[in-house]
């Protein structure tokens, strides 16, 4: 399984949200959840949190891998609400 980076977008937040800190931290411990419970994973998984929600992109290989790759973000503390950008490429 493959992680990139972030898009390169920009994304305008507010002063007082959440900060560069805590976006790195959720999304470092969303990608070691993926490689821990799903390490047989094919496809590459693009993370990004905004706030609290955690957007997750690529493309896996089942519908199986694709639901477990959402309820693993869900489980991650922190993660108030998961956008799903999966795609299955069978």
């Known amino acids: 399984m493959e992680f990139a980076g972030n898009s390169g ?3 305008a937040m507010p002063f007082a949200q959440t900060g560069c800190g805590v976006r790195v931290d959720l999304e470092w411990r969303i990608k070691a959840c993926l490689r821990e419970r799903l390490p047989g ?3 590459e998984i693009f993370v990004t949190v905004v706030g609290g929600s955690a957007v997750i992109r690529g493309s896996v290989l ?3 891998d694709k ?4 309820e ?3 489980h991650v503390p922190g993660v108030r609400k998961v956008v799903d950008d999966l795609l299955v490429s069978a």
């Open 41 to 43: 994973l094919k496809g």
């Open 62 to 64: 089942s519908l199986i």
């Open 9 to 11: 977008a920009a994304v």
């Open 72 to 74: 693993c973000c869900r």
């Open 67 to 70: 639901n477990r790759c959402i």
